[in-house]
T-cell receptor, first 112, second 115 residues
Framework: GDSVTQMEGPVTLSEEAFLTINCTYT??????LFWYVQYPGEGLQLLLK?????DKGSNKGFEATYRKETTSFHLEKGSVQVSDSAVYFC???????????FGTGTSLTVIP | DTGVSQNPRHKITKRGQNVTFRCDPI?????LYWYRQTLGQGPEFLTY????????KSRLLSDRFSAERPKGSFSTLEIQRTEQGDSAMYLC?????????????FGPGTRLTVT
């Protein structure tokens, strides 16, 4: 069945450091891929998405490229800020988007 | 539109009691989803509606769980005879089904604690 595997956390970085959070997926078809972010005490917010191979999603300085050959969708940011501290979830959706499959989440803490 | 809203935000109940949660989706969205999230895990799919029809239910959704969306707008999730294992965050999400757009928008969740 469909699944998402995320890099385990927690991750602690200094401000302005480079961030990579790995995500790989297993799917039977051609899924859409997403990164969601959950700030403390809040619901999940869509960060970025990609709907087909080689698409790059980007938002707020974060980027992720849909790599079909490696079944990956790694999240990157060149220079993290304290305000980026949150839990990041990778997710996939097959076909008509009936349901999402989420990874277990990666907690990021950015220290000044 | 202020997004997806859920009520209550927190619920503490004793084992064996029934609880009901409400979700109000984004008004023009025709799909509504329920998920359960436990500590340190990602959300797990429970069920979804398209308009008022419940189209899919997860194996996670035991007979004690029931969801409705009577007029295709808000939805309720009821848990009967709660157990301690039901303690979790219950998330609602909505989406507008159109070609190529699958993103779901999530509410803040209802945190259930069963004592």
């Amino acid at each position: 069945g469909d699944s998402v595997t995320q890099m385990e956390g927690p991750v602690t970085l200094s401000e302005e450091a480079f961030l990579t959070i790995n995500c790989t997926y297993t799917a039977t078809g051609y899924p859409s891929l997403f990164w969601y972010v959950q700030y403390p005490g809040e619901g999940l917010q869509l960060l970025l998405k990609a709907t087909k191979a080689d698409d790059k999603g980007s938002n707020k300085g974060f980027e992720a490229t849909y790599r079909k050959e490696t079944t990956s969708f790694h999240l990157e940011k060149g220079s993290v800020q304290v305000s980026d501290s949150a839990v990041y979830f990778c997710a996939l959706s097959e076909g008509t988007g009936n349901q999402f499959y989420f990874g277990t989440g990666t907690s990021l803490t950015v220290i000044p | 539109d202020t997004g997806v809203s859920q009520n209550p935000r927190h619920k503490i109940t004793k084992r064996g009691q029934n609880v009901t949660f409400r979700c109000d989706p984004i008004s023009e969205h025709n799909r509504l989803y329920w998920y359960r999230q436990t500590l340190g895990q990602g959300p797990e799919f429970l069920t979804y509606f398209q308009n008022e029809a419940q189209l899919e239910k997860s194996r996670l959704l035991s007979d004690r769980f029931s969801a409705e969306r009577p007029k295709g707008s808000f939805s309720t999730l009821e848990i009967q005879r709660t157990e301690q294992g039901d303690s979790a965050m219950y998330l609602c999400a909505s989406s507008l089904v159109e070609t190529g757009r699958h993103e779901q928008y999530f509410g803040p969740g209802t945190r259930l604690t069963v004592t």
